[in-house]
């Protein structure tokens, strides 16, 4: 029998979100964001700080965090855990990115690194999951 393997959901093309920036997903489960570092790798967090529930996704990227921006706790983007002395993660998804899109998995098999972009691709609009 083989290994389950990780369910990959197309969301947007990578130049949809912005570099240094996010993009909120709309789903059932709650949001999720999106984010773009400057090197272009891609991650996804619940939308929503483990402190008091700010939107991470308002929040400022910087290297792989992200400043949460209700009381400034930084998050690592890589694991969703908060950076010292301060304590909590916000959930994490994996992220994949294959000819410039962006495909999440909702499955804990996912791969566990950040996604890199590919080549140049068209921006789109649409990221409701
Ligand atoms: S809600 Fe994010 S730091 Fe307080």
Redo the contacts with the bound molecule.
Sequence with gaps: MEPCQPTWLHVCDVNAIPRLGSRVLTHSSGDIALFRTESDSVFALRDQ?P????ALSQGIVHGEKVT?P????NLDLRTGEACAPDVGCAQRFPVRIDAGEVYLSFDETGRDDAAETGGPADVADGVTV
């Design positions: 700080c402190h008091k529930g700010g949460c209700l009381h400034a706790w």
